[in-house]
């Protein structure tokens, strides 16, 4: 089998509201590029990269003379083609990687009738476990408004009814500490031996953070997540909370990884399938966490059905995988998946079952959303429509006002 093009469709995927970080706001859509891989036989590959646009799609098309007859299984030489150390000082295709090679491990199992994960290992588990992901919402057309600790229970309530999940992660950082830490006590009391998890994007000083720590620590804490800024900060505040801490922001990459277990820095390292650099390579950081006794969870980048699969395949494969995944995915309205929505069942999705990544793409709905794409185009994540005068400073100085909506 050998690759004879690859295309790529940036598409927009409208939310139920928009979400609120500390950085800024998921303004009411993600935007991903969904990419496929064409083989001299006929089988397709799928990948997904985070963002699209003119110049995301030139860039996957820019591979195609690296790439054109390269043989899809043949998966470490696709590394050292794009992402060679040398040529990636000037070119950053770390992410380009990922979603190529997501593409050729999908094709791949088309090819040979076997999973994803059965090259990684295969799987361990054919359920991987969802935390509900929370968020201070904006009011959207199909619901939002949430700024409360109640309100926040409230919304917490309703995906727990309807997904079954028994995690619940508050994206916080957006109003001052004390709000966050209301929040999550708020959190606790309604959801009793639920696993709760705050994620401030390391909004605040180690000693706000360490602060907010403190506070929070009699909670059923799984992880506390970047609650500050930089490998240093995240060793400071660990001598003073004792909760497990966990980041997705200071060690993404293997450099990052050999210091952060030389140092004894974080204890919990959440994967991603596209910022690692692939399915493959997000594993392969899974294992090296477990020869050291370290974390590992899932991260979302706000992904569709086809990184999703990444992340079913990855948890699937993952012997170390102690704790429940993130995703955006129930905030989504629709997915570009021949039958939509994949389904949460007891908090937790199944592990498709179909040869390769398991999914399939509905060309119509490709279509509808590149065409909404076109219509509406992306959005700055790091700025605030809510507030169009502030920008994100590290520490966080000027919270969001919580009487303001
Ligand atoms: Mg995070």
């Given at each position: 089998m050998k690759i004879v093009d690859i295309r790529a469709t940036t598409v927009a995927m409208p939310l139920e509201a928009p979400l609120r970080h500390a950085g800024g706001a998921h303004w009411g859509r993600f935007i991903r590029t969904i990419v496929e891989v064409v083989t001299d036989v006929g089988i397709l590959g799928y990948g997904e990269l985070g963002g699209g646009g003119e110049s995301a799609e030139a860039a996957i098309r820019g591979l195609v003379p690296y790439l054109k007859?390269?043989?899809?299984?043949?998966l470490e030489q696709l590394r050292w083609k794009i992402m060679n150390p040398t040529a990636s000082l000037y070119n950053n295709r770390l992410q380009l990687h990922a979603a190529i090679e997501m593409a050729c491990m999908d094709a791949v199992g088309k090819f040979l009738n076997i999973r994803a994960c059965d090259l990684i290992?295969?799987?361990?588990?054919e359920v991987v476990p969802f935390a509900s992901y929370l968020f201070y919402r904006y009011p959207g057309e199909h619901g939002g408004g949430e700024t409360t600790p109640d309100e926040i229970v409230a919304h917490a309530r309703a995906l727990a009814q309807k997904h079954g999940f028994k995690t619940h992660k508050l994206k916080g950082?957006?109003?001052?500490p004390d709000h966050d830490i209301a929040t999550m006590e708020a959190l606790a009391a309604a959801f009793p031996g639920h696993g709760l998890r705050l994620d401030p994007?390391?909004?605040?000083s180690v000693e706000q953070a360490i602060r907010v720590g403190q506070a929070i620590?009699?909670?059923?804490?799984d992880y506390f997540e970047d609650?500050?800024?930089g490998l240093e900060g995240m060793r400071r505040l660990r001598q003073f909370v004792r909760i497990p801490t966990a980041t997705?922001?200071?060690?993404?990459n293997f450099e990052q990884l050999a210091q952060s277990i030389r140092h004894d820095l974080v204890d919990v390292v959440l994967l991603d399938t596209t910022f690692w650099g692939g399915l493959r390579q997000a594993h392969k950081a899974g294992t090296v966490l477990e020869t050291f006794q370290y974390g590992a969870s899932v991260h979302s980048?706000?992904?569709?059905?086809i990184q999703l699969a990444s992340m079913l395949h990855l948890g699937a494969a993952?012997?170390?995988?102690s704790f429940a995944a993130d995703a955006?995915?129930?905030?989504?309205?629709?997915?570009?998946?021949?039958?939509g929505k994949m389904n949460y069942r007891n908090g937790a999705m199944a592990v498709p079952?179909?040869?390769?990544?398991g999914v399939e793409i509905d060309r119509d709905k490709l279509k509808q959303y590149n065409a909404y794409y076109r219509e509406v185009g992306g959005y700055a994540y790091d700025r605030d429509p809510g507030r169009p005068e502030w920008h994100a400073m590290v520490?966080?100085?000027r919270w969001a006002d919580p009487t303001q909506r």
């Open positions: 007859g390269h043989d899809p299984l043949q290992g295969g799987a361990v588990r950082g957006v109003f001052p994007n390391a909004a605040w620590e009699p909670l059923n804490n609650p500050t800024w997705n922001t200071v060690v993404v980048s706000g992904e569709l059905g993952l012997p170390n995988l955006h995915y129930h905030h989504l309205l629709d997915d570009i998946i021949v039958g079952t179909g040869p390769g990544l520490p966080e100085s």
